[in-house]
């Protein structure tokens, strides 16, 4: 009697497998996906901002973890998300980590991928900081950034400008078990 269920189970996961498609080799990491596959979109992606290790004073260094849960059908990560920090109406980008090596993650329904932005805290009110009060996120092949309550403090410049950030973000991980 338990042939009929490993078998269903078997049937079950070769559709599985041939509904993952093959890869595309493209160097444009920020929009590629895979054929047949489709890019993870915010909304059937749920993001969570934080808890962070926020730094305490200028010149301290602060990591805030993304977290994403996919909530519907399988899709694909491919690259770095696109991040950005606005003040005052201005959005000024966050670079890509130049030690990070993207890679292409599928998620399943349920499964969970995360990143990190880290970054230097800027002294209040000076000129070669950023007074940060929106992040806004948007994900490879989902051109709209959404945005989140930036609550972390001013975001340090680099050479003394504002508009070149002492911030990174990481390529995406696979998280949770």
């Known amino acids: 009697m338990r042939a009929a269920p490993l078998a269903v189970t078997a049937l079950a996961a070769a ?6 498609g093959g890869g595309d080799d493209s160097d444009d990491k920020a929009t590629a996906s895979p ?14 901002v934080g808890p962070a290790n926020a ?19 399988p899709c694909t990560l491919d690259g770095f998300p696109a991040v950005g920090l606005k003040a005052s109406g201005s959005t000024v980008s ?3 980590d130049t030690a990070a090596q993207p ?3 599928k998620l399943a329904k349920g499964d ?13 009110g000076a000129a070669d900081s950023l007074d940060a009060r929106t992040l806004d ?5 989902d ?31 696979q998280a949770g078990d």
Request: contains cysteine.
């Open 143 to 173: 051109g709209t950034p959404h945005s989140y309550k930036w609550s972390y403090g001013p975001v340090q410049g680099k050479s003394g400008k504002a508009d070149v950030l002492n911030a990174s973000v990481s390529a995406f991980g």
């Open 137 to 141: 996120i948007a994900l490879p092949g």
């Open 103 to 105: 890679q292409k993650l």
């Open 112 to 124: 969970t991928a995360s990143f990190t932005i880290t970054y230097v805290r800027g002294k209040a």
């Open 15 to 20: 559709l599985l497998l041939t509904a993952c």
């Open 35 to 48: 054929k047949g596959g489709s890019a993870c979109v915010v909304g059937p992606v749920d993001l969570e």
């Open 94 to 96: 966050v670079a890509k």
């Open 55 to 73: 730094a305490p004073s200028a010149g301290d260094t602060g990591n805030i973890p993304v977290t994403l849960t996919n909530q519907s059908a």
